[in-house]
């Protein structure tokens, strides 16, 4: 018993860190960081200017707690103690106990103790103590979400890792599930959603490639220099083969580590698991996720239901392609042999020829047949050989890699500030086929804060001919920002404004230019007038009104698979201060989604929504 009292490890903060009772040690579980001290805290001190208590070392407080005893024992007060750092506690009774800071005094001849200065309290255990100790986190885990950085070790504005902006994530999270699920956790419903980093970046640069940059890398602008070699030639290393393997084999085998990990500390997790991504990181998991192949038994379900639908459809659309072809004289042929759609698409010259087909319309059924089938691989997989395709692989132009496979299956994928559609439209896909969607994920949401330089959108590579704006995130607190609706409310006002003022302009000024007519036909001329400004107004105000219909409706639009028929681009409200000077606030665009309420409740919300869980009060345009 005393051996395993002596071993016994306590899993805290969530279950993403252990304690070692006997070494007084805190260790991560998920992820490489340095061991930190646990003390256990039974002797306390405060001073004037002190906010809260300050624990003194457990060998120190053994001393004082010995001291205390034997006083209390004894009934003998007024003990006098000399701290590790020569300071002096006085135990004058036990509802009195100081501890005093001694004044130095530099002279001619050298530093001599003076009186003594103000004492601080000294308290025994933890009662009455206002400190902040907060309740933990729910037990219940509902979803695990693994997190990819972008380029570079730092991943904020203040330079903290990876580790430090999910915790900041998770923290959000777990306030925004107090404001926002508090029903379905009062009901039990719901507990709380895990968030791992998963880091890539170290294992990149612990390859030797630092070192053969440094050989090469130019004495001047040292510290420069040296951030690029450290985050902006990520992306290039990305794209080269040998470190691309590197970072997709990275990030996989860090994933499936973590989730085997986590399922060995959590046997009863029955939930799913989805990924997200930030800047390069998003580009990383978006091509991993193209290249996953879905189970056999999903492919062999999906084989069975199109057979199922083309044995329905029979024979029936055989005729219909014959009298589109003007060649429904062979009807009774096709039906007499039991053709279908599917054995249609699988004959042959040599199998029409024996079915008494003649030569032209032979071919003209083989043309058929070849088109449609190429039309047919570019609708199920995304990709075409032809150049006159309109559709290209979504897979195009990616760095030759062998991309491992997930040991799970993405429920939702979350790109921040993600620069995807440039990558595609660089490599040469300039559209995505609407009826693509990620093998093995079927959920994507791709969101960007408006002055973010990194990020791109989506949906205008699958619906190329609409122009529409991406979907508004409705703020947490449930409304729009003031600053977003006074500036939609002044813009409105200047487009009324400006036509009416043109439709003015324009009547005085034909009735500047009109020619003086008789009496008698003043009447029907200023009718015909009011008739012919009516008529050209309608050209200046019909440009100006297809928008606003465009944007009232947003979610209306059809955007394809990739999101499961839903919307994609997602946008965030800026702040105030930020509409005063886009291009001041670019930088902190990009880096600004870790601590996002929005962001983090939209991730909430998605999630808990495939448990058929909604929010308390659904927020406007959500």
């Not at 925004?176 to 507990?191: D, N, R, S, T």
Request: hydrophobic share 35%.
């Amino acid at each position: 018993a005393g051996r395993d009292k002596e071993d016994l490890v306590v899993p805290t903060s969530g279950g993403r860190y252990d304690v070692h009772l006997k070494k007084r040690q805190r260790v991560a579980v998920y992820w490489e960081e340095e061991v930190s001290e646990v003390r256990r805290c039974t002797w306390f001190y405060k001073g004037d200017k002190d906010n809260k208590y300050i624990p003194y070392s457990e060998t120190f407080s053994e001393e004082l707690e010995e001291a205390y005893m034997i006083a209390v024992t004894l009934d003998e007060w007024k003990k006098k103690l000399e701290s590790p750092s020569r300071e002096i506690i006085i135990l004058h009774n036990p509802k009195l106990m100081v501890h005093y800071q001694p004044v130095f005094t530099s002279d001619d001849w050298g530093s001599t103790p003076t009186e003594q200065g103000r004492p601080r309290t000294v308290k025994r255990g933890v009662e009455n103590i206002a400190a902040e100790i907060p309740n933990g986190e729910p037990l219940q885990i509902d979803h695990l979400v693994f997190v990819v950085h972008g380029i570079g070790p730092a991943c904020d504005i203040r330079f903290r890792s990876i580790v430090q902006c999910v915790n900041d994530f998770r923290n959000v999270s777990l306030s925004m599930l107090q404001a926002h699920f508090k029903k379905a956790q009062e009901q039990q419903q719901i507990g709380r959603v895990e968030f791992l980093p998963v880091n890539w970046h170290s294992s990149l640069h612990s390859t030797g490639v630092d070192v053969d940059l440094e050989r090469i890398t130019l004495p001047s602008i040292n510290r420069l220099r040296h951030f690029i070699n450290d985050t902006i030639l990520d992306v290039f290393f990305y794209n080269s083969s040998t470190y691309c393997q590197t970072i997709v084999d990275t990030v996989a085998s860090e994933m499936n580590r973590l989730y085997q990990l986590f399922l060995q500390r959590n046997p009863l997790f029955k939930g799913g698991v989805s990924i997200a991504g930030h800047s390069l990181g998003s580009l990383i998991l978006f091509d991993l996720l193209t290249n996953q192949k879905a189970t056999p038994e999903e492919d062999e379900r999906s084989e069975e239901g199109s057979r199922a639908t083309s044995s329905n459809r029979g024979t029936e659309e055989v005729k219909q392609i014959l009298k589109k072809l003007e060649l429904s004289e062979y009807c009774d042929v096709f039906e007499e042999e039991k053709v279908d759609r599917q054995a249609l698409f699988l004959c042959t010259e040599e199998n029409l020829k024996e079915m008494g087909i003649p030569l032209g319309p032979r071919m003209k059924i083989l043309h058929y047949i070849s088109s449609k089938t190429e039309m047919q691989v570019c609708l199920l997989h995304g990709l075409c050989s032809s150049r006159n395709c309109q559709y290209r692989d979504v897979g195009l132009g990616q760095v030759s890699a062998n991309y491992p496979q997930l040991n799970y299956k993405p429920t939702i994928f979350f790109a921040f500030g993600s620069p995807i559609g440039m990558f595609l439209t660089v490599r040469g896909v300039k559209r995505i086929n609407p009826n693509y969607s990620l093998p093995t994920c079927k959920g994507f949401f791709n969101i960007f804060h408006p002055f973010d330089p990194v990020a791109y959108r989506i949906e205008p590579m699958i619906v190329p001919d609409l122009e529409f704006e991406p979907m508004l995130l409705p703020h947490h607190k449930g409304r729009k920002r003031m600053h977003l609706e006074l500036k939609e409310g002044l813009t409105r006002m200047s487009v009324d404004l400006k036509n009416n003022l043109l439709g003015s302009l324009r009547v005085a000024w034909q009735s500047f230019t009109r020619a003086p007519l008789p009496a008698l036909e003043a009447a029907s001329t200023e009718a015909e007038a009011e008739a012919e400004a009516g008529t050209e107004k309608q050209p200046d105000t019909k440009p100006d009104e297809p928008p606003p219909a465009v944007k009232e409706e947003p979610s209306l639009i059809n955007v394809g698979r990739l999101n499961g028929g839903n919307r994609i681009d997602y946008v965030l409200q800026e702040k105030p201060i930020e509409s005063f000077n886009e291009y001041l606030f670019a930088l902190q665009g990009h880096l600004c989604y870790w601590e996002s309420e929005d962001t983090v409740l939209l991730v909430l919300k998605e999630i808990y929504q495939t448990q058929g869980i909604t929010l308390d009060q659904p927020l406007p345009g959500s």
